[in-house]
């Protein structure tokens, strides 16, 4: 986890009770988890943090998690969000290093 990730105000704030467990895993392309594994957060310089919920049973978490991604965070632009895509779906990397200024030219981003 990045740094920043604070998962103590996560259980004081929120009221959520977790476990952090690193997984070693190259991206978010093609992810196979174990079933012990319940989400998987990747964090990636120009998409920012990509969450999956892993298993049927944890699909009761999704309402939850996007009521607060969309509260506490800025959301994605439409062109991060394809590019993200791309790579879950064929594991096309290439676009998702490039913020949107920099496919509109505009230089790396801040």
Known sequence: MPATFDAE?????????????????EGFG???LAP????FIC???QLGSVL?????RNER???EIQHVR???SIAMTPANCHAALK????GAAGDAEKSDRQRRGGGPAR
Do not use: M, P, T, W
Request: glycine share 4%.
């Open 9 to 25: 105000i996560l259980r004081r704030v929120h009221g959520y009770e977790f476990e952090l467990k690193r997984v070693d895993q």
């Open 30 to 32: 093609k992810v196979e």
């Open 36 to 39: 012990n594994i319940d989400f």
């Open 43 to 45: 964090c990636n310089a």
């Open 52 to 56: 999956i919920v892993n298993g049927e």
């Open 61 to 63: 978490y999704i309402s």
């Open 70 to 72: 969309r509260r506490e």
């Open 87 to 90: 790579v879950l779906i064929d």
